[in-house]
């Protein structure tokens, strides 16, 4: 007797009709808010990597859709554009809250809305975690500790900050963004996260956007002097962006509320951050001084020693080695304007 034929051959690609235990479990459904900014583009990436679902909600005043172009065919991505100001009704697991504009230039430009942004579009994504038993995760910031007395910076510090200057709506919106979350915690039992993201820079910040290291690596490659502000004594700490979305999802998925300091601890002044830039991109580049702005922090260096005990977590990339992986996008699109 004939033997019975084989079963036709299945697509590498198609998906078994039913999986076997335990093999695989839902994926999750996670938001980013801010998503198509320069950090949340980047988180997006590493979600859908692993496999999970990802929607992004953004008003693209910082934000382009090209950071986020290579998803759009992906059937677990979807682009939402809208103000979270504004009430949102999504069934999720996850909640990255991003959205907000990061940079001095950007946050300064309309201060009302930075801090609407930051107070109510903070309640309504904790009014949404709340509504759907999601996990809420904050990106909360360094400023919140102002222009610091203590240094470096602790979590258990806080802070030194004008509540009425030009960078207030900044950070005392993300002050307050802090005590919204920990409200909703406390109040109404949403599981929370709270980082505070030192300054961050690599591929896919605005060519524009006015912080120092997007401003020195521009100006270099374009040839234009490097603008340092005061003295150019001052100091920051600069984390690349792959070890801040690590420390994200690590934090995310661990048991602990914080606040964490995400951060790297290597400290520069702007004028040796100018030389690193100078000795990556061009040898005959130069500085010029331009006075400072106002409530600018004089120093600031995270201490990352709670991150580094709890979540095991630590930057991994140093700023010679991930400033060319910024220069080299940044070079491209240069050269396609
Ligand atoms: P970014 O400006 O590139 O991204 C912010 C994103 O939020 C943009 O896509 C923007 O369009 C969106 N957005 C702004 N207001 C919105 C609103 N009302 N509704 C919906 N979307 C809105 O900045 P980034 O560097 O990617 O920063 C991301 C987050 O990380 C911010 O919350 C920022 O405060 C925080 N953070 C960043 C740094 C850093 O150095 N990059 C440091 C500290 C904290
Ligand atoms: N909210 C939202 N999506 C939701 C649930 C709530 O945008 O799925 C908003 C809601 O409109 C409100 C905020 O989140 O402005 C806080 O919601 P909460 O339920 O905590 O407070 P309440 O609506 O009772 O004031
Ligand atoms: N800065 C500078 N030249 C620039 C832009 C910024 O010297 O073209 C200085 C700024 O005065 C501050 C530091 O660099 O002391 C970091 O500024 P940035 O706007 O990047 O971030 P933040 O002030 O939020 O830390």
């Known amino acids: 007797t004939p033997s019975p034929s084989p079963p036709p051959p299945t697509p590498a690609n198609a998906s078994p009709r039913r999986l076997p235990v335990g093999v695989r479990k839902k994926p999750l459904r996670v938001v980013v808010t801010g998503g198509a900014g320069f950090v949340g583009s980047h988180l997006v990436d590493k979600v859908l990597a692993r496999g999970d679902s990802v929607i992004v909600v953004d008003n693209f005043f910082t934000g382009r859709k090209e950071n986020v172009a290579h998803h759009l065919a992906n059937p677990r991505f979807e682009l939402i554009r809208h103000d979270v100001v504004e009430p949102i009704l999504l069934e999720v697991d996850q909640i990255y809250h991003l959205a907000c504009p990061a940079s001095p230039v950007h946050y300064k430009f309309n201060p009302i ?53 030009v960078r207030s709506c900044y950070d005392e919106g993300k002050r307050t963004a802090e005590t919204l979350t920990m409200d909703y915690h406390r109040g109404a039992g949403v599981e929370v996260r709270i980082a505070r993201i030192f300054n961050t820079y690599g591929p896919r910040m605005c060519l524009d956007d ?11 490659l374009r040839k234009q002097p490097m603008t340092v502000y005061g ?16 420390g994200l999802i690590t934090l995310m998925e661990n048991k602990y509320t914080g606040p964490f300091n995400l951060g790297n601890p290597g400290e ?26 106002a409530d600018d922090p004089h120093m600031r260096k995270p201490d990352i020693s709670k991150a580094k005990s709890l979540l095991n977590w630590e930057p991994k990339v140093s700023l010679k080695q991930g400033l060319p992986r910024m220069v080299s996008d940044f070079q491209k699109r240069i050269l396609d304007e």
């Open 231 to 246: 003295d150019g004594k001052q100091t920051r700490s600069f984390q690349y962006v792959s070890d801040l979305v690590d």
């Open 268 to 293: 520069f002044t702007m004028l040796e951050l100018a030389q690193v830039v100078k000795e990556t991109i061009d040898p005959s580049a130069r500085v010029e001084f331009k006075p400072n702005t």
């Open 210 to 220: 006015g912080r120092v290291v997007s401003n020195f690596v521009a100006q270099t």
């Open 113 to 165: 809305k930075t801090i609407k942004t930051n107070v109510m579009g903070t309640l309504n994504m904790l009014g949404l975690a709340k509504r759907v038993g999601a996990r809420f995760l904050l990106t909360s910031t360094s400023e919140v500790y102002g222009d610091p007395l203590e240094h470096p910076q602790k979590e258990s510090y806080w802070g030194h900050v004008n509540p009425i200057g």
